[in-house]
């Protein structure tokens, strides 16, 4: 079952935390070892509109401002972007652009960024967050899709029968938190002492992207990295 926001942050941190929620909006100063960390993320299942994104990039961008250097950590719970007409018409594409922006700004600052999906993270509210930081965890109950199999059979006008035939074989093709291991999107699943985990990945992700390279090497992800090579090479 998945833990709860606050549960969660007090493994991580202690229960003097720092971290608060308004609404399905998670933001705060944490601290592990007598080091400060920003910490922003959604809980509640979230859907990601443009006040959320736009309010986490807020976050972000004035650690990067007034905090040179801070390590960052998402926690990631979302449904995927809010769909409603008043979103669209205010431009949730831009907005979750924005918060995708700001989280590679952070990174090329030298900021540490970390995802952590603890409950569920679908579709373009895990694009945008933790398929963007250093390196995405999760825990083992966690729930990651882009699609379900019945949307993707509606996009690629492709048999269900033959999708969910496709997803025993392929990860590529099926939901679940340890295809995406497979695959490199999530590096580890986070297990037992979670500080101890933080505290690793903290000092142990590498801050090139190797997820392609991961993929390859779990047998996930077959043709992502070759491919890559081969058009550097060609550039």
């Not at 592990?32 to 509109?49: F, M």
């Not at 007409?85 to 590679?104: F, K, P, S, T, V």
């Not at 035939?165 to 099926?174: G, I, M």
């Amino acid at each position: 079952m998945p833990l709860d926001w606050n549960l969660l942050a007090t493994q991580l941190f202690g229960p003097d935390h720092g971290i608060q929620a308004e609404g399905d909006f998670l933001h705060g100063t944490a601290q592990l070892d007598g080091a400060a960390i920003a910490v922003v993320g959604t809980t509640g299942h979230a859907p990601i509109g443009v006040a959320l994104a736009l309010a986490q990039a807020r976050v972000v961008l004035d650690t990067i401002a007034q905090h040179p250097g801070r390590p960052i950590v998402l926690l990631i719970d979302t449904q995927g972007q809010q769909l409603r007409r008043r979103d669209e018409l205010l431009g949730i594409n831009r907005a979750m652009a924005h918060l995708g922006m700001a989280i590679d700004l952070a990174r090329r600052s030298g900021h540490r960024v970390l995802g952590l999906v603890y409950d569920q993270a679908l579709s373009g509210g895990f694009i945008t967050s933790g398929l963007i930081a250093d390196a995405c965890y999760a825990l083992p109950d966690a729930e990651i899709r882009v699609m379900r199999i019945p949307a993707m059979a509606r996009v690629t006008k492709l048999p269900e029968s033959m999708l969910t035939e496709l997803s025993k074989a392929n990860p590529v093709f099926a939901p679940g938190v340890d295809n995406y291991v497979a695959m490199g999107g999530v590096r580890a699943l986070w297990q037992g002492d979670l500080q101890a985990a933080l505290r690793e990945a903290l000092v142990q992700t590498p801050v090139e992207d190797v997820r392609a390279q991961d993929g390859a090497a779990r047998g996930g992800r077959k043709l992502a990295a070759a491919v890559a090579q081969r058009v550097l090479e060609a550039a």
